[in-house]
């Protein structure tokens, strides 16, 4: 039996939705369908980056009206972070404070035109900035995978 399916008959039984983190990671919902995200890779392996997929998780859903979009694309941001992340650094460097930095980053290259390639300013990040890399997130992000 494979990661979805294992997942899928779990989450079916239980009647939750789980999400098995890796490099592929996997979504089963309680109706026993399954997505497997392909953004991401190794740079995600490390303590906390799971509890910021969490947070991301969790701010998705209270966004969005659709919860297996919200899970998807909480998901898919998390690796796509991961992604921008190893464009211009090592693999093995990134932590889970990273993620909250090139989440808007992220965020402006899926949904907004160009991005400045994983080169994030977090010194410089000013409150105009997050605010609307804020409100661009909560106004768009069903988009992705749609509501």
């Known amino acids: 039996m494979n990661r979805l399916e294992a997942a899928s ?5 239980q009647q939750v939705t ?4 890796g490099q592929y990671s996997v979504i089963a ?3 026993g369908t399954g997505i497997i995200n392909t953004s991401g890779n190794g740079a995600l392996a490390k303590g906390g980056t799971g509890d910021a997929l969490t947070g991301m998780i969790l701010a998705s859903i209270l966004r969005l009206k659709n919860d297996r979009a919200a899970i998807a694309n909480a998901i898919f941001l998390h690796g796509a972070c991961a992604d921008m ?3 211009n650094n090592a693999l093995s460097s990134m932590t889970a404070y990273d993620i909250n930095h090139l989440l808007p980053f992220v965020l402006k290259k899926i949904i907004g035109g160009t991005a400045k390639g994983g080169h994030y300013e977090s010194s410089y990040m000013d409150e105009k900035r997050n605010s609307e890399a804020s409100r661009v997130r909560t106004h768009k992000c069903g988009k992705i995978y749609g509501e």
């Open 9 to 13: 008959q779990f989450a079916s039984e």
């Open 18 to 21: 789980v999400v098995l983190k």
């Open 29 to 31: 919902f309680p109706d």
């Open 85 to 87: 992340w190893i464009e």
